[in-house]
């Protein structure tokens, strides 16, 4: 069962658009809300994380939007390039286990 | 700084037969999780070790096992290899464990098993 679902799978966006990834999740238990950035050939990298007592999170052109009520949370990418290419995934912790989404390939189209 | 690193890259093995996995944490950081990542999909929990124990493991097979070592480098070792364990194995090191510390992951080891 997928403890974390994301959305959309894929996105493709004009570049200085807005970029939009949406992710739910279920077990109240999470209690950190990261999000990671995976470049072809690479592991995944910590791009920006949130704490479930925080409603948004900003840092540069990245804000993590947070509905503790509605159990969802979203990823917005401001002023989106071309190098921001990649996928994208929404994990949540808990249990000293770290849950990921299903990730986003995003394309951003000069 | 060395981030984490993982050896081998690429493997390609046949079923049934026996492959260890390496990882080099970045240096001071204690803990040390793995991940399988199946091509098209996020990374599932496999392990997670601090200070040479093991502290989590997520929902695989007993073919699947790890160890780390007093300088916290780990292995993960696998037997009697599927097809469907063809993944990337990624590799997270942590200062601590638990959810206030954050990960770094490696570029990970491509294993093929035909």
């Known amino acids: 069962q997928q403890q974390v679902k994301q959305s959309p799978q894929s996105l493709i966006v004009q570049k200085g658009g807005i970029s939009i990834i949406n992710c739910a999740y279920e077990n109240t238990a999470f209690d950190y809300f990261p999000w990671y950035q995976q470049f072809p050939g690479k592991g995944p990298a910590l791009l920006i994380a949130?704490?479930?007592?925080?409603s948004e999170k900003k840092e540069g052109r990245f804000t993590i939007s947070f509905n503790k009520s509605a159990k969802q949370f979203s990823l917005h990418i401001m002023d989106s390039q071309p190098g921001d290419s990649a996928t994208y995934f929404c994990?949540?912790?808990?249990?000293?286990?770290?849950?990921f989404g299903t990730g986003t390939r995003l394309t951003v189209i000069p | 700084d060395a981030g984490v690193t993982q050896s081998p890259t690429h493997l390609i093995k046949t079923r049934g037969q026996h492959v260890t996995l390496r990882c080099s944490p970045i240096s001071g950081h204690k803990s040390v999780s793995w991940y399988q990542q199946v091509l098209g999909q996020g990374p599932q929990f496999i392990f997670q070790?601090?200070?040479?124990?093991?502290?989590g493991r997520g929902n695989f097979p007993d073919r699947f096992s790890a160890r780390q070592f007093p300088n916290y480098s780990s292995e993960l070792n696998v037997n009697a290899l599927l097809l469907g364990d063809s993944a990337l194995y990624l590799c997270a090191s942590s200062f601590g464990y638990g959810t206030t510390y954050e990960q770094y992951f490696g570029p990970g080891t491509r294993l093929t098993v035909t």
């Open positions: 949130i704490r479930p007592d925080v």
């Open positions: 994990a949540a912790t808990g249990a000293n286990n770290l849950f």
């Open positions: 070790y601090y200070e040479k124990e093991e502290r």
